[in-house]
């Protein structure tokens, strides 16, 4: 691991570390600990610590070519390259923590969005972690970035949505592009539609979206059906794969396998933007898919083979101890290595809180039952032939 902790300062350059070879890095600060949504509210800030401190335990900072880079808040301006002026105002008005009526209008101080003191430092911490990992990546410093607390991916314009404070995914996209990385492709494999970023491209031909979700039919935010797929030029450039509920690691992980790869290869694009939400799992509680880590490493591993640059973002994930282990296996995952447990056998193998040894990183395999299976594969079947019919043809894909 490179023991250093590099700290960025805004929009200013990254001489310091440009002179080295920077293959991978980790955004992480403790900063994301001092933000709370509230006790109760399931979006939790400090998951970011606990996966950094698992990744650390299990070894998986300790190549050469791996960093730790500690972001820093960006300036409001940033925020303006997509929100409006309004809206940041509104969330810059909010940040003492009081509410006020007046900032429902910007989706403000509901229980999905509660206003809370540094929302809006919060907001920019979030946008300068993704910002400055999209910069490490068109720099050439960096292939691999994961930043555990980005992937925000319900913002909107003008309004906050769904946990979602600031769309740093939009932003970052548009960044990438401008700074030359050629085309974007954004994968979201969260629970949940990626609505804010499919409403920011959606006429767009540069950007290819592609969201695997459970169905609005049965789940927030009550969009993201296959039919939605972009609109003028923008046509077949907004894939969307609604799943049912009880979707498992067996179907999820054949819908990817038969909708991702080849659209990757007929897109080329420069840069792959993947929201890695975690809360697709069988334990998440506002979700109600079925799906294990198994399944989900076997995604995040088809995203990191897909193009030689990835910027992962993290997105939900509510069961917080096995988005951990997750995010935790998706690091090691992303830097094909295996995670290795300094104290195992040491005392008894036991690491408070997350199992026993390196093999309860991973969870249980788990299948739904036939009868349940037979009406996912059938859900499933459908929405990828019309993907297949549809879609596909505009990306001369046979
Ligand atoms: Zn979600």
């Known amino acids: 691991m490179n023991l250093l902790l590099y700290v960025f300062f805004g929009d200013t350059d ?4 440009r002179s080295r070879r920077v293959n991978s890095v980790f955004m992480y600060t403790s900063k994301f600990d001092k933000y709370s949504l509230g006790d109760e509210h399931p979006f939790k800030p400090y998951k970011a610590t606990m996966v950094y401190e698992l990744c650390y335990q299990y070894g998986l900072f300790d190549e050469p070519w791996i960093s730790i880079v500690e972001p820093e808040p960006v300036g409001q301006e940033a925020m303006l390259e997509y929100h409006s002026r309004e809206y940041v105002d509104a969330l810059k008005d909010a940040n003492g923590g009081s509410f006020d009526f007046t900032l429902l209008e910007y989706g403000l101080g509901t229980s999905d969005n509660p206003v809370f003191k540094g929302v809006f430092e919060f907001s920019l911490l979030v946008l300068g972690a993704t910002l400055q990992g999209a910069h490490l990546i068109s720099s050439n410093q960096a292939d691999v970035v994961f930043s555990p607390v980005g992937g925000l991916h319900h913002a909107g314009k003008g309004f906050a949505e769904g946990f979602c404070y600031v769309n740093d995914i939009v932003i970052a996209i548009e960044r990438l592009l401008k700074d030359g990385v050629g085309k974007v492709l954004y994968v979201d494999i969260d629970a949940h539609h990626g609505n ?3 409403d920011a491209f959606y006429d767009r031909d540069d950007v290819l979206v592609i969201s695997f979700h459970q169905s609005g039919e049965t789940l927030y935010p009550w ?3 296959e039919n939605e797929m972009g609109e003028g030029k923008g046509i077949g450039y907004t ?6 509920e009880y979707t498992d690691d067996e179907a999820y992980v054949r819908a990817f396998r038969e909708i991702y790869p ?4 007929a897109f080329n694009p420069g840069c792959v933007v993947a929201q890695i939400g975690l809360d697709t799992l069988k334990k998440d509680p506002l979700t109600n898919m079925r799906l ?4 989900y490493c076997e995604v995040i591993s088809e995203i990191r083979r897909s193009c030689p640059k990835v910027l992962a973002l993290g997105g939900g994930g509510y069961s917080v101890p096995d988005v951990v282990r997750g995010w935790t296996l998706a690091w090691a995952t992303l830097n094909d290595l295996k995670p290795h447990d300094p104290y195992q056998g040491l005392i008894g193998g036991a690491l408070v809180g997350y199992g026993n040894s390196v093999d309860e990183l991973r969870d249980t395999p788990y299948r739904i039952a036939p009868a349940l299976k037979k009406d996912v594969d059938r859900y499933l079947d459908s929405k990828i032939s019309f993907i297949r019919e549809k879609i596909f043809p505009v990306h001369h894909i046979a």
């Open 14 to 17: 990254f001489n310091s570390i």
């Open 196 to 198: 804010g970023v499919q």
């Open 223 to 225: 969009s993201g059906f």
């Open 239 to 244: 894939v969307n794969l609604p799943l049912s």
């Open 262 to 265: 080849p659209l990757v290869k």
């Open 292 to 295: 294990t880590n198994n399944g």
